[in-house]
């Protein structure tokens, strides 16, 4: 019999970010395509499998307490990815790099959370997969920010949408390397306020 989860957040936390992987995967998949052959659409097929394997490991974790998929959040997210993959193609250069970056600056806290609503439990099991997949977002944030960084416009656009070289939506510092045992110090400010780089 599966462990039931009695945390309302932490659910609805875990169907979203199961739903919300494949939308980032297919906006990759339009992402990747908008942009020449070579080591930059390279690198975001493999931003785009680390989604999809977001998405499994998120699975898991949900099949180990018997929580459903929600019908409305894959047929949400799914229209939501595939509108954003498309529009990759005539938005330019810029904005898709750019809108990525927020988006996964966003969901580096979206798994550290998680880790602190597990402890809130006493569930300890899940620290390293959550661990690696907030880590795997921050990268994936880092790079997506390198190729925009000397961009025209992305000070205006950072004054507009809070995020860019210089305002994080969370506070991870890879070179401070970061370790699973601290992984609670993190995003404890997550959706209060910015967080200066």
């Not at 699975?59 to 993959?85: A, N, Q, T």
Request: charged share 25%.
């Amino acid at each position: 019999m599966n462990q039931t989860l009695d945390h309302p957040a932490l659910v609805k936390s875990l169907r979203t970010a199961y739903s919300a992987e494949k939308a980032a995967a297919f906006a990759y998949i339009g992402h990747a395509g908008s942009v020449g052959a070579g080591p930059e659409r390279e690198h975001i097929h493999e931003i785009e499998q680390d989604e999809w394997n977001h998405r499994r490991e998120v699975k898991v974790i949900m099949d180990r307490f018997g929580l459903p998929v929600s019908s409305w959040y894959e047929f949400k997210y799914h229209v939501i990815g595939r509108v954003i993959g498309a529009s990759c193609y005539v938005i330019g250069h810029f904005m898709p790099y750019f809108f990525a970056g927020k988006l996964e600056s966003g969901n580096v806290c979206e798994y550290f959370v998680m880790i602190r609503h597990f402890h809130a439990l006493g569930i300890t099991e899940f620290d390293d997969v959550l661990y690696e997949m907030g880590i795997k977002e921050k990268e994936h944030e880092v790079y997506f920010m390198e190729m925009i960084r000397d961009a025209r416009w992305l000070p205006l656009f950072e004054r507009i949408f809070s995020w860019g070289a210089t305002t994080s939506l969370n506070d991870v510092d890879l070179a401070r390397n970061p370790t699973v045992e601290n992984a609670e110090d993190y995003c404890r400010n997550y959706r209060a306020k910015k967080t200066e780089r």
